[in-house]
């Protein structure tokens, strides 16, 4: 069987948003089965395709909830 070809996505998060994924990890897993950060940023992708495409949420509220990011020197 072939190997499933994934590419790799780097993101610079703030310190706050770590700790959420982390969190968020966290109470997800059980001890039969760890979710891993990675595993929930996939899925976060995959809800918020889900409600853009249900018309549950607006691209623009949804980047409301985003911070400004700050310009590195």
Known sequence: ???????????????????????????LSNPERLVSKSE???LAIQKIAQDLEEGKASLEDLL????????ES
Do not use: F, G, H, W
């Open 40 to 42: 929930v940023v996939r």
């Open 1 to 27: 069987m072939a190997k499933k070809e994934k590419k790799r996505l780097q993101v610079v998060i703030s310190d706050e948003q770590d700790a959420l994924l982390t969190k968020a990890a966290y109470e």
């Open 64 to 71: 409301k909830n985003l911070e400004p990011e700050e310009e």
